[in-house]
């Protein structure tokens, strides 16, 4: 096509203006076989004024959403911490604690259990009055007093077994040779319960409590 066109322009249009119109045809040429460009996509924004969380509260609300503030530690009262103290003064200074300390590192549960409980009576007993001076009015301290004294009633009972654990002992040994389950002696059921829940007083208010032996 360039060609004729050329050939037609030489004959009948000067050369320069010849010269002129073919490079516009050129040009309109190279348009016609390059492929257009394809639209840019334009990113889709965020709707204006869309809801955010939180969104009309105040900013310490605001960021109360979505940053939780973290827990308050809970800590023992000061009365606990004063009880504590004696507590600890005791196993230090007496026979008893000082016995109970040596075996800190003894394989034996059943000998540890012992030595605490004796420990435990002293306490009771010897040391009531700065216990209940450290104790004071606040409602944890002094239930752990109290379940200093529960403590004390039934552990060594139940420990040294003036308490059968089934109503019939010599039926329960029966039940247990032929798969059955034995009948359980109530008062032990329940000098258990009620150490179970001295325990857990008195290892929520001292430390120095011992949670397991």
């Known amino acids: 096509m360039t060609r004729r066109l050329n050939t037609l322009l030489t004959s009948t249009v000067p050369r320069a203006a010849a010269a002129a119109l073919l490079a516009v ?6 348009a016609e076989s390059t492929p257009a460009a394809a639209p840019s996509t334009a990113a889709t924004a965020a709707p204006a ?10 900013t310490e609300l605001r960021t109360a959403t979505t940053t939780p503030a973290p827990l308050a530690a809970v800590t023992a009262s000061a009365q606990c911490a004063a009880m ?7 196993l230090a200074e007496t026979p008893e604690g000082q016995r109970y300390t040596a075996l800190a590192d003894s394989k034996d549960p059943v000998a540890k259990q012992k030595a605490w409980e004796s420990f435990a009576g002293v306490l009771a007993s ?5 216990l209940a001076d450290a ?12 379940s200093l004294d529960a403590y ?7 420990s040294g077994g003036e308490i059968s654990e089934y109503a019939d002992a010599a039926q329960a040994e029966d039940d247990i040779k032929s798969g059955r389950t034995p009948t359980p002696n109530p008062e032990y059921q329940a000098a258990a319960e ?11 208010c001292l430390s120095t409590w011992p949670v397991v032996f």
Do not use: F, K, M, W
């Open 25 to 30: 045809v050129g040009l309109a040429g190279c």
């Open 49 to 58: 004024g869309a809801e955010q969380p939180g969104a009309g509260l105040p």
């Open 84 to 90: 504590d103290g004696v507590v600890g003064r005791a």
């Open 126 to 130: 010897s040391h009531r009055g700065q």
């Open 135 to 146: 104790a004071g009015s606040d409602p944890t301290a002094t239930a752990a007093l109290t």
């Open 152 to 158: 004390v009633s039934v552990a060594g009972r139940l």
């Open 194 to 204: 009620s150490r179970a829940q001295a325990q857990i007083a008195l290892t929520s």
